[in-house]
């Protein structure tokens, strides 16, 4: 039958023609025996599968795809037995294997390899484009236009590419994936993790001229970069320096390091084969290093929120949008982040996305190795650079959800000990420089995740107070630029005359509509903002504790942008009371002109009725985020109200014009059925404001226009 597939033993069987598997199969056996005694003796079925598979040139995610398996399962299994027996096989230590090529091109080495039809050490790929090659790794999305940018660098001749970016990105991934594209075979030198296990750069370099290219080191290290040179003129090997900014201190190589200085000019020379990738959080800021003309930086940014849906639809994760949207922003599209949440969802939440976020948004770092990973880059900042470190942590005293991005200038207020101002521009260059604060459009602002921990070390340092005081005063100063226009922030419905009082009402609502927002603009925000600061400055937990404070009875600033708040409410809430207004006076004349058989007058007086209430709710949305912001909670309740009661009268009126749909003749009667729904998805959100301000009156007179409706329902059905 079609469906069935091929046994283990039948695929991949053209390895024979090339390599000599009965002699690899009996010595790889030996070698299983020493690494894994308690196993089966002799290689399983599945094993000489997937050597075969191997030696034929395939990817272990191109032989997932073909023998049906997930890829990560796939690899897992190689990493635990064929990597593992070749290693032993072939004198290699143990987790050395670094790509799927290395266990053909050792295995060639070793002499199993029959045919010299291929030319080169590689093996040769199946040939597929680098497209279609990512698109095949499920594991690996979202970097199409990196690999891109990568080979443009290479393309105009770099040597030498910096990919810099915070930890946990995907940096080394992306450097891995693109020497595998490129088929390029690449030497690693791994820098370290702490100050205390670096690697030496002349250890690295004399271990490559012993065992990758068979030359005898000399004792001197520039003789020996003299041979390294040699060597990548004749040969063209990728060279991954993976996770420098351990031998890193603001950008300088730390002095027992600064061999590195002399291995990065060697390795831009223009004259070599081959091509270097580096990875670090850290940006070099060598003299003797930027000016190279074959040196590139990369900056690699964050995944986008479209990566991260379809690396959760990949996962089979049930995705809700609003959900997927806050996780990505507080998680800054971080790629460590995003696989670890993952493993999460599926085991916590069985892959309900909403529901994971709605039990883990309130602490972003409850992933232990995530927590690590942000702690490690916040303790060797501290280490490195004190004063950038305590602007960072600094920098948690701001929200960056109303206002998303900090002028310099809140960076700069930060910095009170920091004597000059040269010097506090200096620490905000510096601390820019580490990846840990992002930049945009000339403003900065920290990731949630970056500014929870932020957050808890400005309370551990005891300078929670002082930073929310200093952050009220940059704000103040921000907004005194512009306090004698603040009356006109608010927005103004535009007048204009018209022939007769109903056409003057429609061209008020028209009006209303273009003024209308239920959001704030950056200058309300501001005044907000420094309202949140002055209550956490001086300890207050709402709005109404913070204005009866003994120090800010005599403050004049205080004082104005205490009643600027005020006026804000109470404007938006007289716009709203205005509209809902106008609602009822067209919802009167719709009915009057219903029942004297105007029908087409009776149709645009519903319809700016309905418009009328729509433009109020959106007034009063606006006082009521206001009013919760600030936590006044009295000003919460009133503006609830009026909210309630527009929803109430959008809902009576609805009734009403389903009713006269359904009697008319010349509309259809689907369009009754969706007034009436309207109808009662308004009255049941009347319902509930009026419960969560335990107005029972209120509730239970719309708890009866809704059975009045039910009524109505089934009578027209």
Not at 134 to 141: G, N, T
Not at 610 to 638: D, G, P
């Amino acid at each position: 039958m079609a469906s069935i597939h091929n046994s283990p033993e039948e695929k991949f069987t053209e390895a024979v023609d090339d390599w000599d598997l009965d002699r690899l199969y009996k010595d790889l056996k030996s070698s299983k025996q020493q690494v894994a005694p308690h196993k089966t003796k002799g290689l399983t079925a599945i094993e000489k599968l997937h050597l075969r598979g191997l030696l034929c040139g395939n990817s272990p995610v191109e032989m997932a795809k073909k023998l049906h398996k997930q890829p990560r399962g796939l690899e897992a299994d190689l990493s635990q037995t064929l990597y593992r027996y070749v290693e032993k096989l072939t004198d290699r230590p143990t987790k050395t294997v670094k790509n799927w090529r290395d266990i053909c091109e050792w295995l060639e080495e070793a002499g199993y390899k029959t045919s010299t039809s291929h030319s080169g050490t590689n093996p040769q790929p199946q040939k597929s484009s680098p497209e279609r090659e990512i698109a095949s790794d499920s594991d690996f999305v979202g970097r199409e236009e990196d690999i891109a940018q990568l080979n443009n660098l290479v393309n105009e001749g770099a040597k030498v590419i910096l990919i810099k970016a915070e930890g946990g990105i995907g940096k080394t991934t992306l450097a891995q994936k693109w020497f595998e594209i490129q088929g390029l075979k690449y030497l690693e030198l791994r820098v370290g993790t702490t100050s205390q296990n670096l690697n030496s750069v002349e250890d690295w370099v004399r271990f490559q001229l012993k065992n990758h290219f068979d030359e005898n080191p000399e004792h001197n290290f520039m003789m020996m970069l003299e041979q390294f040179k040699t060597k990548l003129q004749e040969k063209k090997p990728g060279i991954l320096i993976d996770n420098l900014e351990p031998v890193l201190k603001n950008g300088q190589f730390i002095e027992t390091h600064k061999n590195y200085v002399d291995l990065l000019i060697l390795l831009a020379d223009k004259n070599l084969q081959s091509i270097t990738l580096i990875t670090t959080r850290e940006q070099i800021d060598e003299s003797k290093i930027l000016p190279l003309t074959r040196f590139k930086i990369y900056d690699l940014q964050e995944l986008s929120l479209k990566t991260w849906q379809e690396y959760f639809k990949n996962k089979e994760i049930n995705i809700d949008n609003d959900s997927l949207n806050a996780i990505w922003r507080n998680y800054g599209g971080n790629a460590a982040a995003m696989d670890l949440l993952t493993a999460d969802i599926l085991k916590e939440s069985q892959g309900d996305l909403k529901a994971y976020w709605q039990d883990n948004s309130e602490d972003l770092l409850r992933h232990r190795s995530l927590e690590q990973l942000v702690q490690s880059q916040f303790d060797k900042l501290r280490n490195d650079n004190l004063q950038a470190y305590k602007l960072l942590y600094r920098l948690g005293c701001y929200r960056y959800n109303y206002i998303s991005t900090i002028p310099e200038e809140g960076l700069l207020c930060l910095l009170w000990d920091e004597p000059s101002e040269r010097g506090k521009r200096r620490v905000v260059r510096e601390l820019r420089e580490s990846a840990l604060v992002k930049f945009r459009d000339n403003q900065y602002y920290l990731y949630q995740v970056i500014c929870q921990e932020a957050i808890d070390r400005i309370k551990l340092h005891g300078e929670w107070e002082k930073s929310h005081g200093e952050a009220g005063i940059f704000w103040g100063t921000f907004l005194s630029g512009i306090s004698e226009n603040y009356q006109f922030l608010i927005p103004k419905v535009i007048y204009t005359q018209g022939n007769n009082s109903q056409e003057q009402m429609y061209l008020n609502i028209d009006n209303a509509e273009k003024a209308a927002n239920s959001n704030l603009n950056k200058l309300e925000n501001v005044a907000l903002e420094i309202v949140y600061h002055a209550g956490e400055f001086y300890h207050s937990n709402s709005f109404e504790e913070l204005i009866l404070h003994p120090k800010l009875s005599n403050n004049p600033f205080a004082e104005s942008v205490i009643q600027m708040i005020f006026e804000y409410v109470e404007c938006y809430e007289i716009l709203g009371i205005s509209l809902n207004q106008y609602g009822l006076i067209t919802h009167i004349l719709a009915v009057c002109d219903e029942r004297e058989c105007y029908f087409t007058e009776s149709l645009k007086e519903f319809e700016y009725c309905q418009k009328s209430f729509e433009i109020s709710k959106l007034f009063f949305q606006t006082a009521l985020l206001i009013a919760k912001r600030v936590k006044h909670y009295n000003l919460v309740s009133k503006v609830s109200h009026s909210l309630a009661e527009s929803h109430y009268y959008r809902g009576i009126s609805l009734h009403h014009l389903g009713l006269y749909l359904h009697h008319s003749k010349i509309i259809k009667e689907q369009q009754s059925k969706v007034a009436f729904q309207e109808s009662r998805s308004e009255l049941e959100k009347s319902l509930q404001i009026y419960n969560e301000i335990q107005d029972n009156q209120e509730a239970k007179k719309v708890q009866q226009a809704i059975q009045s409706l039910l009524i109505t329902i089934e009578y027209c059905s």
